[in-house]
C-alpha cells in the first residue's frame, strides 16, 4: 500500500487497504509455528496525518484464520484482529542503526523501531506494507485456544474433556506457588 507522503496533511486523511493471497505470501511470515488457513484475507483501515514533518499513522486490521486449537486440537476460526499507531520522522542524514534499516529505507522508503510505535521514512512516496505485515504478525494469536475454558484433551488416554470424562488421576503437579503461600504463611506465624 503506498502512501503519498506530499497528500498527507494536518487534517487526517482514511486509506482502506485489503490484502489478498499474494499480500499474504509476499509480506507475513505470520504464525510460521502452527498450520493455518486464512479465511478472511486482512482489512486494514489506516489513518495519517502530518505532525510538522513527521507522519502519524494509525490503524487497525481485521482478519480470520482457520486453526488448530492448541488444547483439544479441534479445528476452529478465530478473528484476528489488532490495531498500531507509529510516528515515522524524517531520515534526512542520519545513518539507520543496522543494514537492515538500510535496506528497508532503500526498498520501501520507511523502517520500522523495535517497538513499532516510530520509524523514519525518506521521499516522497512510502510503501507501508512493511508496517501493516508486523501489525498483522504480532495480531496472530500465539497459543490459539478455541475458546477460554477449553479443558483440552486428558494427557493420558487422549478423550476430549470438554465432551466426556475419564477416570484418569489427575496428575497436574502442584502450583509453585502454593509452596510459596506456605512459607509465607509460616514466615507470618512465627514473626
Ligand atoms: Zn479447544
Ligand atoms: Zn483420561
Same mark, same amino acid.
Given at each position: 500500500?503506498?502512501?503519498?507522503v506530499?497528500?498527507v496533511?494536518?487534517?487526517p ?12 505470501r ?12 486464512v ?5 486494514f ?9 513527521d507522519?502519524?499513522l ?24 489488532g ?23 532503500e526498498?520501501f /522508503? !520507511? =523502517?520500522?523501531?523495535?517497538?513499532l #510505535? ?9 510503501l507501508?506494507? @512493511?508496517?501493516?505485515a508486523?501489525?498483522?504478525a504480532?495480531?496472530?494469536?500465539f497459543?490459539?485456544v ?5 479443558? /483440552? !484433551? =486428558?494427557?493420558?488416554?487422549?478423550? #476430549? ?11 497436574? @503437579?502442584?502450583?509453585p506457588?502454593a509452596?510459596?503461600?506456605?512459607l509465607?504463611?509460616?514466615?507470618e506465624?512465627?514473626?
Amino acid at each position: 500500500m503506498k502512501l503519498s507522503v506530499d497528500r498527507v496533511a494536518e487534517a487526517p486523511t482514511e486509506h482502506h487497504f485489503e490484502a489478498d493471497a499474494d499480500w499474504w505470501r509476499e509480506w507475513t511470515g505470520a504464525g510460521e509455528d502452527y498450520s493455518y488457513a486464512v479465511a478472511e484475507w486482512p482489512r486494514f483501515e489506516v489513518r495519517a496525518c502530518a505532525q510538522g514533518e513527521d507522519l502519524a499513522l494509525e490503524g487497525s486490521l481485521d482478519a480470520a484464520i482457520d486453526v488448530e486449537c492448541s488444547r483439544c486440537l479441534k479445528r476452529y476460526r478465530q478473528g484476528v484482529r489488532g490495531s498500531f499507531g507509529v510516528t515515522l520522522e524524517p531520515i534526512r542524514d542520519r545513518r539507520p542503526p543496522d543494514p537492515e534499516s538500510i535496506e528497508m529505507l532503500e526498498r520501501f /522508503g !520507511l =523502517c520500522l523501531g523495535d517497538e513499532l #510505535d516510530s520509524g523514519w521514512y525518506r521521499g516522497k512516496e512510502i510503501l507501508i506494507d @512493511p508496517l501493516l505485515a508486523e501489525a498483522t504478525a504480532v495480531a496472530m494469536p500465539f497459543q490459539p485456544v478455541c475458546r477460554d475454558e477449553c479443558m /483440552g !484433551l =486428558c494427557p493420558q488416554c487422549g478423550v #476430549d474433556r470438554n465432551r466426556a470424562s475419564c477416570d484418569c488421576k489427575d496428575q497436574r @503437579p502442584e502450583s509453585p506457588f502454593a509452596a510459596l503461600a506456605v512459607l509465607q504463611k509460616d514466615a507470618e506465624e512465627s514473626s
